[in-house]
């Protein structure tokens, strides 16, 4: 099992940053993808960026691509979204998320994740 922990989430202005931090327990954190997902009220819980077990391929969701980056420390085992110039539109409940496939890339598919954590809030006011 893996237990995820968000935290780094706020209220922010548009045009901010926020960095948000995933620290993780349970199983071997350097074997498998992480990825961040976001729920915006009445919406459906939506891909942000995910990252390989090594670190070495990251993707991100056209929305975010440029201003938010995801990158992970393996000794920490923790993973991270750098989130930069903010927007309203980028305010929800952010997630980080495990795949515990022995594979070698990351996906953007919610069902593909097999733990998740509890959340946090991102804000961004205009």
């Known amino acids: 099992q893996v237990q995820l922990v968000e935290s780094g989430g706020g209220l922010v202005q548009a045009g901010d940053s926020l960095r948000l931090s995933c620290a993780t327990s349970?199983?071997?954190?350097?074997?498998?993808?992480m990825g961040w997902f976001r729920q915006a009220p009445g919406k459906e819980r939506e891909f942000v960026a995910a990252?390989?077990?090594?670190?070495?391929?990251?993707y991100y969701a056209g929305s975010v691509k440029g201003r938010f980056t995801i990158s992970r420390d393996n000794a920490k085992n923790t993973v991270y979204l750098q989130m930069n110039n903010l927007k309203p539109e980028d305010t929800a409940v952010y997630y980080c998320?495990?795949?515990?496939?022995?594979?070698?890339?990351?996906?953007?598919?919610?069902?593909?994740?097999?733990?998740w954590g509890q959340g946090t809030q991102v804000t961004v006011s205009s």
């Open positions: 349970g199983r071997t954190f350097r074997s498998y993808a």
């Open positions: 998320a495990a795949d515990l496939r022995p594979i070698g890339t990351a996906s953007s598919k919610v069902a593909e994740y097999d733990h």
């Open positions: 990252i390989t077990w090594s670190g070495a391929g990251t």
